[in-house]
């Protein structure tokens, strides 16, 4: 993008509630914070969001679509899934008391992966179900070659 463009803030998407949603929002995301400085690590914030919209378009009902809203933050990224389901989902704070992942099972790490590599996740309801969300911190600048090297 040119330097005097200025760079959105945040964006807010429509995605099918199909499984067609999952690499459309990968490639969103990929797209969004490469094609600027990003202030998260953009391949945490695909396979994250790559889980969010997955469990937003399993675990809900309906035809309506559902919503990616992404957010760049002087301190890294917020994305949050938006679905009409207002049922809380599964807890993102800890497992379950007694809650293993199977290591045969395709399933049950969508949760643990979100809580473990997000510095914060959660949900809230809104007008019309609810947002699932994860902050990303920014990535710490890196030095560049000294002059003459």
Same mark, same amino acid.
């Given at each position: 993008m040119p330097p005097d463009v200025p760079v959105p803030a945040s964006w807010r998407i429509a995605?099918?509630?199909s499984t #067609?949603?999952?690499?459309i929002a990968r490639a969103l995301i990929r797209t969004a914070l490469s094609d600027i400085d990003a202030?998260?690590?953009?391949d945490t914030a695909e396979l994250l969001t790559a889980e969010l919209v997955?469990? #937003?378009v399993e675990h809900t009902l309906?035809?309506?679509p559902i919503e990616l809203v992404v957010e760049l933050l002087p301190t890294g990224c917020q994305v949050e899934v938006h679905d009409r389901d207002p049922a809380?989902?599964?807890d993102l704070s800890r497992p379950h008391p007694g809650w293993e992942v199977d290591p045969w099972q395709e399933h049950g790490r969508g949760l643990l992966l979100i809580r473990t590599l997000s510095s914060a996740c959660g949900h809230?309801?809104?007008?019309h179900g609810k947002a699932v969300w994860f902050t990303l911190p920014a990535i710490p600048a890196q030095p560049g070659p000294s002059p003459g090297s």
């Amino acid at each position: 993008m040119p330097p005097d463009v200025p760079v959105p803030a945040s964006w807010r998407i429509a995605l099918p509630h199909s499984t #067609a949603a999952v690499p459309i929002a990968r490639a969103l995301i990929r797209t969004a914070l490469s094609d600027i400085d990003a202030p998260a690590d953009s391949d945490t914030a695909e396979l994250l969001t790559a889980e969010l919209v997955a469990n #937003a378009v399993e675990h809900t009902l309906g035809g309506e679509p559902i919503e990616l809203v992404v957010e760049l933050l002087p301190t890294g990224c917020q994305v949050e899934v938006h679905d009409r389901d207002p049922a809380p989902p599964g807890d993102l704070s800890r497992p379950h008391p007694g809650w293993e992942v199977d290591p045969w099972q395709e399933h049950g790490r969508g949760l643990l992966l979100i809580r473990t590599l997000s510095s914060a996740c959660g949900h809230r309801t809104t007008e019309h179900g609810k947002a699932v969300w994860f902050t990303l911190p920014a990535i710490p600048a890196q030095p560049g070659p000294s002059p003459g090297s």
